[in-house]
């Protein structure tokens, strides 16, 4: 069987474009012209498809290497009919898109001499040949000031997209051509008003409207050996745009934004993603951050070394889990804690004196498991705490299940089992479920579904020390209970500063959803059941 080395076709003058995407893996039986991989310019996005029917026997580009004309990129074992060991992969009869339209500017005399500016018609550029393509998209808005080779439209062919860039700094005096019509070579597209004195020195001044500026493609050495530019398949990410419909302009954006193309819902023909799609979905993704899913942990590549010794140890999974979530709730919710202090006296007296007696064999009853039932009983008060923000913070979703989620620290990091239905427990359950969840925890043996679904959470480091602390609200809960360490304190009773069980607390609160007083009326709430647990029975 013969062996074939798929090479870089001819870039049509391009030096050096960059592989954004590879489109096959080792061993995939590929038609001809199936796409093998995605070379992108800083203006164009090519295909580079299969010269023939065969199997991906090596790849032998990764995505970000640049690369020429004439680059192996793949070798296939073909069934093609090419004896040559070597196949530029355009070499084919079907002919396309000779690269992007580059612009070639000219210096426009102003008309009076005086450095004013000057009105300049910009034509359809030489597209190689196809005619009648269509006018998918206006990148700029009339009045819109723009610099030289910014995208002023998007053209598409049925196998191609090109931007048609302004020639030179100035403003968008008015277009021609709406989306949908068709154009050929020489069509008045737009009309620019050149700032003065910007041009390039490339020519010299020649007689304005009819051959002003006229935009050029770059010309390609041959339009048949020129990169087949099929449906443009770049990628923000690296394989899974594949099939996304966009211009050059829109997936350049979408770079810059870091906006995932194959997550954006197209609007424009044929299921072609628009900027508006691009800005709809960002402005969607701000407003929802919980649909956004976890953010980037950026960390620092700075070489520490050069100021003493390092080591440099992996984080496991769920460090790494853990980081993601609380840059992104930490960045995306605004929080605010409320502190206040819960006089748990009477209540300590009675969990290690008279409770005793009253426990199963085994069970240990902290004052967790009561600083839980007050939360449920207080989540019941206050419901817009047992809540979560709904699409675009156009509702407030109150759940009226109350599902108590307790930090607890292992070995390997921090997790969050959940105890379900927390208001229809009894204390002494509540401390049996949550001491059995944290065993698990620290034993790895917690089922994923333990930590799903929590309305609020505990993080208690009662049990370490500690005066107060700042619990970071994770989304979609919109309130989270800090725990320190209950310490005696003189506390005055209008009479006297009597010796007092005090138990700090730290309510941090999402506060587009709960205002700073209901913050201090549910942590007060808090600590009055804390202080009488009578109040509990109520
Ligand atoms: N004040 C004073 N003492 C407290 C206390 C408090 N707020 N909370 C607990 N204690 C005491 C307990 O009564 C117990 O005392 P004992 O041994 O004399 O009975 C001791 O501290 C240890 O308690 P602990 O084992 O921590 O049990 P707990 O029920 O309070 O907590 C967990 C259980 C799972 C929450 C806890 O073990 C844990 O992992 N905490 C860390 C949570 C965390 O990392 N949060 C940070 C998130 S950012």
Redesign the pocket.
């Known amino acids: 069987m013969a062996q074939t080395q798929v090479t870089v076709p001819d870039l049509g003058g391009i030096d050096e474009v960059e592989v954004i995407e590879i489109s096959v893996a080792q061993g995939d039986a590929v038609n001809e012209e199936d796409t093998i991989l995605v070379l992108e310019s800083d203006k164009a996005t090519m295909e580079v498809p299969a010269p023939n029917a065969g199997t991906i026997s090596d790849i032998l580009v990764k995505v970000g290497d640049t690369v020429s004309s004439g680059t192996p990129v793949v070798m296939m074992d073909g069934a093609g009919d090419s004896s040559s060991s070597v196949v530029e992969a355009s070499a084919q009869e079907t002919v396309e898109e000779k690269a992007e339209p580059v612009i070639q500017t000219q210096e426009v005399a102003p008309s009076n001499g005086s450095g004013e500016s000057q009105e300049i018609p910009v034509h359809v550029p030489d597209l190689g040949g196809v005619d009648n393509v269509e006018v998918i998209e206006l990148a700029a808005k009339e009045g819109e000031e723009l610099a030289a080779e910014d995208s002023l439209l998007v053209l598409e062919s049925d196998k191609a997209t090109m931007e048609v860039p302004i020639p030179q700094d100035g403003k968008l005096v008015s277009f021609h051509v709406k989306v949908g019509d068709t154009v050929s070579q020489g069509d008045l597209v737009a009309t620019i008003l050149a700032s003065s004195g910007a041009a390039s020195t490339e020519n010299k001044p020649t007689e304005v409207p009819a051959q002003a500026p006229a935009p050029q493609t770059v010309p390609a050495k041959s339009a048949a050996s020129a990169p087949i530019a099929k449906e443009p398949v770049t990628s923000v990410t690296t394989t899974s745009n594949k099939g996304v419909h966009a211009g050059p302009a829109v997936r350049k954006l979408a770079r810059e934004l870091g906006v995932p193309l194959d997550q954006v819902s197209s609007t424009g023909p044929r299921g072609r993603i628009l900027k508006e799609d691009l800005q709809a979905f960002v402005k969607q993704r701000v407003n929802n951050p919980v649909a956004a899913g976890p953010a980037q942990v950026v960390g620092s590549d700075e070489d520490f070394s050069r100021f003493g010794p390092t080591e440099s140890v992996p984080l496991n999974k769920i460090k790494q889990v853990t980081a993601k979530n609380m840059v992104q709730s930490w960045s995306t919710i605004p929080q605010v804690t409320q502190f206040d202090e819960a006089d748990i006296t009477e209540l300590e007296t009675y969990r290690k004196g008279a409770m005793q007696s009253q426990l199963p064999d085994g069970v ?1 009853v ?3 498991a009561f600083i839980m039932k007050a939360c449920a009983m207080a989540l019941k008060a206050f419901p817009q705490f047992n809540a979560s923000l709904g699409p675009q913070g156009q509702t407030l979703i109150q759940k009226q299940y109350y599902n108590i989620g ?4 292992t070995p390997d990091g ?1 997790l969050v089992p959940v105890v379900k239905d927390a208001d229809q427990k009894g204390v002494i359950e509540l401390a049996k479920g ?1 001491a059995e969840l ?1 065993a698990k925890a620290r034993d790895k043996k917690l089922p994923m579904d333990a930590m799903a679904g929590g309305t609020f959470t505990i ?6 020390g500690g005066t107060s602390f700042t ?1 970071i609200v994770t989304a979609p809960q919109v309130a989270i209970l800090g ?4 310490q005696m304190k003189p506390v005055w009773n209008g009479k006297e500063f009597e010796p007092r069980l005090m ?1 700090p607390l730290s309510m941090s609160y999402d506060h587009r959803v709960i205002d700073g007083a209901e913050a201090a009326r549910f942590t007060r709430y808090l600590c009055e059941l804390l202080t009488d647990t009578r109040n509990m029975l109520l």
């Open positions: 240990k902290s004052p967790l307790v930090a607890v620290d921090l949550s944290a993080s208690s480091l009662g049990g370490i619990p725990v320190s360490k209950a138990l």
